[in-house]
């Protein structure tokens, strides 16, 4: 499978501020979707990464709060606009390889205070 | 939208003790997948199941994928300490196309 790496690891972020997360991966893949985790909760799908075109984003999520790149096929940003406390999750990034299987990167833990 | 029920929340056992653990819906899932999560890292894949009635394993772990297509279980044999972690079922197809996660069983595992 495909490794998958996040920068930053970690970030504490004041609120009204921007945070980029970014994601990497080690080989090329069409499919790169944005989780967001809330404490002690489930994954919900934030949005998938489009190469060449804008984000596919679910009911919920706007881009002006959560604008992503797809440049090419190895790389994807997630950005999180004028945070505030309620942001405060981890952001994963995951890819699809083979026929519906998705592997995740080892996510962003984000605190806003 | 589509929900999946995983169920138990929560399991504590000791050392030893096999585990069972399942997800199930009111929709029918093309494609079952079964993570692991531990504290700080994010979801391990542990098992996928395309095929309605398909059982799987990958060492001490074993899943099946329903035969209405609607469930999944997960078992895990002779749990170690290192088993400790959140198990998430997560679904694909039906009317969303995306991959939809269930809220996870916590597992504890006592020496």
């Known amino acids: 499978s495909a490794v998958i790496s996040q920068k930053p690891s970690r970030d504490i972020c004041q609120r009204g501020t921007s945070l980029t997360i970014q994601c990497q991966v080690d080989s090329q893949v069409t499919m790169m979707f944005w989780y967001r985790q809330q404490p002690g909760q489930s994954l919900t799908l934030i949005a998938t990464a489009n190469q060449g075109s804008e984000a596919t984003y679910e009911s919920g999520f706007v881009i002006d709060k959560f604008p992503i790149s797809r440049p090419n096929l190895t790389f994807s940003t997630l950005t999180v606009s004028n945070m505030s406390p309620e942001d405060s999750s981890i952001y994963l990034c995951?890819?699809?390889?083979?026929?519906?299987?998705?592997?995740f990167g080892p996510g962003t833990r984000l605190t806003v205070l | 939208g589509q929900q999946l029920n995983q169920s138990p929340q929560s399991m504590f056992i000791q050392e030893g003790e096999d585990v069972s653990m399942n997800c199930t819906s009111s929709s029918i899932f093309n494609t079952w997948l079964w993570y692991k999560q531990e504290p700080g890292e994010g979801p391990v894949l542990l098992i996928a199941?395309?095929?309605?009635?398909e059982l799987t394993s990958n060492g001490r772990l074993t899943a099946q994928f329903g035969i209405t297509r609607k469930d999944s279980f997960l078992n895990i044999s002779a749990s170690i300490p290192s088993d400790v972690g959140i198990y998430f079922c997560?679904?694909?197809?039906?009317?969303?196309?995306?991959?939809?996660f269930g809220k996870g069983t916590k597992l504890s595992v006592k020496p």
């Open positions: 199941l395309y095929k309605a009635g």
């Open positions: 997560a679904g694909y197809g039906g009317s969303q196309g995306n991959l939809i």
């Open positions: 995951s890819v699809e390889q083979g026929t519906d299987t998705q592997y």
